[in-house]
């Protein structure tokens, strides 16, 4: 471990250059592309002790400067002949038959293969599988196509620190993880080569967490747009004739941000309760939730972010509307936060709303075509999550929770007491 740390994660070249000559040329790995992404791997290799050689196909084509000092640039025959062990592929999948001629010299080596599927829904071999039939007497480990070129730059503290590998040869694969592990990641064992395929598709999907969240807050507000759309502006023109659509832009788009906003914000502390009140009907904190579940807690963070990105632009659609709109129709307090505090904001919000609507909510005139006003709509859930955050603050509800959380169980899933079991193991005589 002492050996590892030798060498810092970001050096200026002449460091680099004295830290290379005095390292052993023993461990020296071939990069095969000259591209950003070999230059920023070379880069990293170099500044953590390693030999490296870049082998091109042209190395005249290669500009002066472009790779460091302490880089060898050398034809792709002559990189792979000064490998020890390890090649990696910095080179697109379609040039990987130009290599076959390198069959003989690749020949016992690990070829790291770092390329990204080109297709997300694409029923064809992945990259690394094709190459591994190419070169039937090496090795081939899928590792690396996670990690960006300025990750491989700036040091793994500025990005993900973990490495996904799979092979079909654990040694390979573990020696391939000691080298992520010198440079400064977390290796992961992926399993075999056949995951592959997954791994090289994961660059191609955009925020995989954010996509419900982003989908359910654009549906809301779709929802509450058209719902405001048909109730205040298109049945007042079929039925009356008076001509609201000017209210499109900016007071409708207003109302919806808002009831967004709020509902959004509810919407991440009701997978919370739905969790409390199972873990009170099933006695125990010991039974996974449901998967659907599963998801909606994890997806928490994210729906709080939207909700407080659609309150900022309520913030700012406010600002362009008169004060006499800013009167009637503000109706979030933008005061986010977790846990407790999360529920103050969410309190203020709804009993803000309310506190504007009340006069409206009992008058004939605000039923309009027989449909209830947009705020109406957009306070139900979080009132319904208010009432059943108060019920379970009550002293009896809450004693029982946290004993559950805490780990104790009902007598139906667990028949032997917990008191008893814990002077059991006092009265244990200690050897």
């Known amino acids: 471990m002492r050996d590892e740390m030798n060498a810092p994660l970001l050096l200026d070249k002449e460091d680099i250059v004295d830290d290379v000559l005095a390292t052993s040329h023993s461990s020296t790995v071939a990069i095969l592309g000259s591209g950003d992404f070999s230059r920023s ?47 990696f592929m910095a080179l697109f999948p379609e040039h990987y038959p130009s290599l076959l001629s390198l069959r003989t010299a690749l020949a016992g080596k690990i070829l790291v293969d770092v390329s990204n599927a080109v297709e997300l829904n694409s029923n064809s071999q992945s990259n690394a599988e094709k190459l591994a039939e190419m070169f039937p007497n090496s090795v081939v480990v899928k590792g690396f196509n996670t990690i960006s070129a300025w990750t ?13 590998l799979c092979s079909d040869d654990a040694e390979a694969k573990s020696e391939v993880a000691q080298l992520a592990r010198r440079m400064g990641f977390y290796p992961v064992d992926a399993g075999s080569l056949c995951c592959a395929q997954h791994l090289e598709r994961k660059p191609l999907h955009l925020f995989p967490s954010w996509r419900g969240p982003v989908l359910t807050t654009f549906l809301l507000f779709f929802f509450f747009y058209g719902y405001a759309f048909i109730r205040e502006i298109l049945l007042p023109y079929l039925a009356n004739g008076q001509n609201f659509f000017y209210h499109l832009v900016f007071d409708l788009v207003n109302i919806s941000l808002s009831c967004v906003a709020l509902v959004s914000l509810s919407l991440v502390y009701l997978p919370g309760l739905f969790a409390a009140w199972l873990q009170l009907w099933r006695g125990t904190k010991y039974q ?60 203020l919000t709804v009993m803000h709303a309310l506190v504007i609507g009340w006069n409206f909510a009992f008058s ?35 004693a029982r929770l946290g004993r559950i959380r805490r780990g104790w169980e009902s007598i139906q899933k667990c028949p032997v007491p917990q008191h008893k079991r814990v002077q059991e193991n006092r009265t244990i005589p200690q050897v």
Not at 46 to 56: E, H, R, T
Not at 155 to 162: E, F, S, T, W, Y
Request: charged letters at 15%; a positive charge.
């Open 364 to 398: 004939s005139k605000a039923y309009r075509f027989c449909m209830p006003p947009i705020y109406m709509l957009a306070v139900a859930l979080p009132c319904a999550v208010l009432v059943c955050r108060c019920f379970l603050l009550l002293p009896c509800v809450s």
């Open 152 to 164: 491989l730059q700036t040091g793994a503290q500025d990005g993900n620190r973990q490495v996904l």
């Open 41 to 87: 791997l070379a880069m990293r290799l170099v500044a953590c002790g390693f030999g490296v050689v870049v082998g091109s196909r042209c190395v005249r084509r290669i500009s002066p400067g472009l790779f460091l000092d302490a880089v060898e640039l050398n034809s792709q025959e002559a990189a792979v002949a000064k490998a020890k062990r390890l090649v």
């Open 288 to 347: 996974r939730f449901p998967c659907w579940l599963d998801a909606w807690l994890l997806r928490r963070k994210q729906l709080g972010l939207l909700s407080f990105l659609f309150a900022a632009l309520h913030g700012v659609y406010v600002l362009c509307l008169p004060l006499r709109t800013i009167t009637q129709h503000n109706l979030i307090n933008t005061a986010y936060s977790q846990s407790g505090l999360g529920y103050v904001a969410l309190t």
